[in-house]
């Protein structure tokens, strides 16, 4: 049953043509087919979540922004922790992903998680502002990701945190001394081979984090690819800080 899901899932993202006319749209329709069996594959692919989510801290009575949550996976993360806040929301685009979020919030019980489906560059809280905002491997599915940095930093309170773990490549030369500086296959073959899904790994989601947020935290790692045995993509986590 596994592998026939891992196939399933192969072929959306190998194969399978992505339709639609609005980013909501092709989103969903990439999404569709593999909702069901996301959680199991792309925990294998998609590296450093557990890290950022231990990592981060959860105020009390605060309010917590995923955007770009999914399946909700990562409220999950945050184990019995999660009951300290006031509000934990998932935000997505995608209706497929976000009724498993809410099936998820029902079956745990969660009466103070909500999933929503909004624009990760305008969704605001009831509340008004936020705590926490994560974006855990969503900031290169999001066409204006800059528009979406920004958001986050309108909706951070001051002091708030913001926690990212996602692909990139680097810059030919890295913004700052002791980056990371991947070579030239690096640079191009992994944008050309995630380009086809719509995910887009940039070398300017770092340096623009840095520039808008006081850095707390920095990794930059590589991560095996299911199925591809000797291929590792980089990936990333960024944790920071809106100054008071």
Do not use: C
């Not at 569709?32 to 996301?38: M, N, P």
Request: hydrophobic share 45%; no cysteine; net charge neutral.
């Amino acid at each position: 049953m596994g592998l026939i899901s891992d196939l399933r899932i192969l072929y959306h993202l190998a194969l399978h043509p992505i339709r639609g006319a609005t980013h909501a749209e092709r989103l969903d329709n990439f999404y569709r087919g593999q909702a069901e069996g996301y959680d199991t594959f792309r925990e294998r692919l998609l590296r450093g979540r557990d890290e950022l989510w231990a990592a981060l801290p959860v105020p009390a009575g605060g309010v917590w922004l995923d955007l770009g949550g999914g399946t909700g996976a990562n409220a999950e993360r945050l184990g019995e922790r999660i009951g300290a806040l006031r509000k934990f929301y998932i935000v997505d685009l995608a209706p497929s992903l976000l009724a498993i979020a809410r099936r998820r919030i029902a079956q745990r019980g969660w009466t103070h998680v909500e999933a929503v489906e909004a624009d990760a560059t305008e969704f605001v809280p009831a509340e008004g502002a936020a705590d926490v905002v994560t974006f855990s491997y969503s900031l290169t599915m999001i066409p204006d990701w800059f528009a979406a940095v920004d958001h986050a930093w309108r909706v951070l309170r001051p002091g708030g945190h913001i926690g990212v773990v996602d692909f990139y490549v680097s810059r030919k030369h890295p913004a700052a001394p002791g980056m990371a500086r991947h070579g030239w296959l690096t640079r191009h073959f992994w944008p050309a081979w995630f380009g086809g899904d719509n995910v887009f790994p940039s070398p300017d989601h770092l340096p623009y984090l840095l520039r808008r947020f006081e850095p707390v935290s920095l990794l930059e790692n590589r991560a095996a690819v299911p199925y591809l045995p000797l291929a590792r993509v980089p990936y990333y986590l960024f944790i920071g800080l809106k100054p008071q």
